[in-house]
């Protein structure tokens, strides 16, 4: 059976890090890209990043360049995703979700299969 | 970057009522489009990709149609296990995009 299984969420003050896990498996790892798409309380979904799956190729939205990096680990079947100079703005449930592998390991599509979710919360 | 916008935002709907919900992007995104459905704290759950591909395991009531920058989500009789908030996605290119989101409600 597949399972994505995040982990790393917590409270964390302005300006702190974080870094969020996606253990994997049920599937081949390196075959697939990933990402992370996160939710505000309340709110809709927001593509946040996105890596490859060989993890030489990586891409971020607007709001969060500079401060958050994706990476995998093909050995551990598991995604990461380190948050830097976090702010209010950031407080979300962040998934990871596996792309649909519709044109191979460096293609960035659907999603069609995602983890529970795990909640960052900014705040002072 | 694609806007995605969405309508209606909300809807109310009685079970076997057909509902349709419609998506528009900012700029031609020829088929790269999926549906997804959220029920309150739980995970996205795919529902049509390519705009018009049924996901394996998903009920046939649900079907999608469009191309280039309008499309659409029906459910042609709609079951209670429906209620959920529905979303579409461009995959056309990065950043991918969500539109805000279309909320199904019981009448």
């Known amino acids: 059976e597949l399972q994505l299984l995040e982990s790393g969420g917590g409270l964390v003050q302005p300006g702190g890090s974080l870094r969020l896990s996606c253990a994997t498996s049920?599937?081949?790892?390196?075959?697939?890209?990933m990402s992370w798409v996160r939710q505000a309380p309340g709110k809709g979904l927001e593509w946040v990043s996105a890596?490859?799956?060989?993890?030489?190729?990586?891409y971020y939205a607007d709001s969060v360049k500079g401060r958050f990096t994706i990476s995998r680990d093909k050995s551990k079947n598991t995604l990461y995703l380190q948050m830097n100079s976090l702010r209010a703005e950031d407080t979300a449930v962040y998934y990871c979700?596996?792309?649909?592998?519709?044109?191979?390991?460096?293609?960035?599509?659907?999603?069609?299969?995602w983890g529970q979710g795990t909640l960052v919360t900014v705040s002072s | 970057d694609i806007q995605m916008t969405q309508s209606p935002s909300s809807v109310s709907a009685s079970v076997g009522d057909r509902v349709t919900i419609t998506c528009r992007a900012s700029?031609?995104?020829?088929?790269?489009l999926a549906w997804y459905q959220q029920k309150p704290g739980r995970a996205p759950k795919v529902l049509i990709h390519?705009?018009?591909s049924l996901q394996s395991g998903v009920p046939s009531r649900f079907s999608g149609s469009g191309s280039g920058t309008d499309f659409t989500l029906t459910i042609s009789s709609l079951q209670p296990e429906d209620f959920a908030t529905y979303y579409c996605?461009?995959?056309?290119?990065?950043?991918?995009?969500f539109g805000g989101g279309t909320k199904v409600e019981i009448k």
């Open positions: 979700a596996k792309d649909l592998g519709f044109c191979g390991a460096d293609c960035y599509t659907y999603f069609d299969y």
């Open positions: 890596i490859s799956g060989s993890g030489v190729s990586t």
């Open positions: 390519a705009a018009s």
């Open positions: 049920g599937f081949t790892f390196s075959n697939y890209a």
């Open positions: 700029q031609g995104i020829s088929s790269w």
């Open positions: 996605q461009q995959a056309n290119s990065i950043p991918l995009t």
